[in-house]
C-alpha cells in the first residue's frame, strides 16, 4: 500500500524524540569531494540530535578526483563512527548502492546521493513516518533543480518505468530513502547501474509492508556531473531496465 506521509498521532506514533531504532546512513559517491565536507558534518549534526544509535558510512565509487583524500581527512574528525568504503574502480551506482546496503549494520538504512542535491537535515521528516507495518519511507521531489533537458529526460524515464514494472511510487529516482534493512537483504538486488532503483522499489513494494512518501526539497548541482544523463550511461541503463522488466514481470519469480 502506497501513502503520502500525514503527520503522527502523538499517543501512537513509534518514535519519540530520538529515533528508536538502529540506523545506517550512507552516501554513494563519485568525484563529490566539494560536497563532502558539508554533508558530512550536517550528517553528523542531524544524527546526534534525532537517533540515537547510528553509523555513518561512505562509499567511493572509484572517484578520480580529491574525494579520497577529503574523506581521509574526514574520518580523522569523526572516528569509528564514520567507515569508508572505497572501489578501488567505478562499478556504477547499482554497484555503489550494493556495496552499501551490505556494509549496513543497523535496523533501518537510509542512503542519498552525496552530490548534495538531496538536504540530509529533512532525514527527520523520513524518520517521523515509520511505523511497525512501513518497509520503505521514499522522499518525492516538490520541484527538480536541474537543467530543462535533465528534468525532461527525467521525466521520461520515471514515467516509462512506473508504467513498464507496474512501480506505484511518484518518483522513482528520488534518492532519498529509508527503508528496513530486513527488506534489502530478502531483496537479493543485481543491477549495477540507475536501474537499481527500479529494482529496489519494485521489490520493495511487493514485500507486504506499507510503502509511505515524504515531500523533500532537491537542489541545483553545484559540482561534477551527473553520471547518468550521458548517452553511454543511458543506453545502458535503458538495456539494462529491459533484461530487469524480463526477470521481475515476464519470468515473475514464485
Known amino acids: 500500500m502506497l501513502e503520502t506521509a500525514t503527520p503522527l498521532r502523538t499517543a501512537t506514533r513509534v518514535s519519540s524524540h530520538l529515533f528508536p531504532y538502529g540506523l545506517s546512513v550512507f552516501f554513494p559517491t563519485y568525484n563529490d569531494a566539494p560536497s563532502l565536507p558539508?554533508?558530512?558534518?550536517?550528517?553528523?549534526?542531524?544524527?546526534?540530535?534525532?537517533?540515537?544509535?547510528?553509523?555513518?558510512?561512505?562509499?567511493?565509487?572509484?572517484?578520480?578526483?580529491?574525494?579520497?583524500?577529503?574523506?581521509?581527512?574526514?574520518?580523522?574528525?569523526?572516528?569509528?563512527?564514520?567507515?569508508?568504503?572505497?572501489?578501488?574502480?567505478?562499478?556504477?551506482?547499482?554497484?555503489?548502492?550494493?556495496?552499501?546496503?551490505?556494509?549496513?549494520?543497523?535496523?533501518?538504512?537510509?542512503?542519498?546521493?552525496?552530490?548534495?542535491?538531496?538536504?540530509?537535515?529533512?532525514?527527520?521528516?523520513?524518520?517521523?513516518?515509520?511505523?511497525?507495518?512501513?518497509?520503505?519511507?521514499?522522499?518525492?521531489?516538490?520541484?527538480?533543480?536541474?537543467?530543462?533537458?535533465?528534468?525532461?529526460?527525467?521525466?521520461?524515464?520515471?514515467?516509462?518505468?512506473?508504467?513498464?514494472f507496474g512501480v506505484k511510487l511518484r518518483d522513482i529516482d528520488c534518492d532519498f530513502r529509508l527503508i528496513r534493512r530486513s527488506l534489502v537483504e530478502r531483496a537479493n538486488l543485481c543491477s549495477s547501474s540507475g536501474t537499481i532503483c527500479v529494482e529496489l522499489v519494485k521489490k520493495l513494494e511487493g514485500s507486504g509492508m506499507r510503502v509511505v512518501e515524504v515531500p523533500v526539497s532537491h537542489y541545483p548541482r553545484h559540482h561534477g556531473r551527473s553520471q547518468f544523463f550521458r548517452v553511454k550511461s543511458l543506453a545502458t541503463t535503458f538495456g539494462q531496465l529491459w533484461r530487469l522488466y524480463f526477470q521481475l514481470v515476464i519470468r515473475r519469480p514464485g
Open 38 to 164: 558539508d554533508l558530512i558534518e550536517k550528517t553528523f549534526a542531524v544524527l546526534y540530535q534525532h537517533a540515537r544509535d547510528f553509523e555513518v558510512i561512505v562509499v567511493n565509487d572509484g572517484s578520480v578526483d580529491n574525494t579520497g583524500a577529503v574523506l581521509e581527512a574526514l574520518s580523522r574528525t569523526h572516528g569509528s563512527r564514520l567507515r569508508i568504503i572505497t572501489h578501488s574502480e567505478n562499478r556504477g551506482y547499482g554497484g555503489a548502492l550494493r556495496t552499501g546496503f551490505a556494509a549496513a549494520t543497523k535496523e533501518f538504512v537510509f542512503y542519498t546521493d552525496g552530490d548534495g542535491q538531496y538536504d540530509v537535515g529533512e532525514l527527520p521528516s523520513l524518520l517521523d513516518a515509520v511505523w511497525p507495518d512501513v518497509g520503505l519511507i521514499n522522499g518525492y521531489k516538490t520541484r527538480r533543480q536541474d537543467p530543462w533537458h535533465r528534468i525532461a529526460i527525467g521525466a521520461v524515464y520515471n514515467q516509462f518505468a512506473r508504467l513498464l
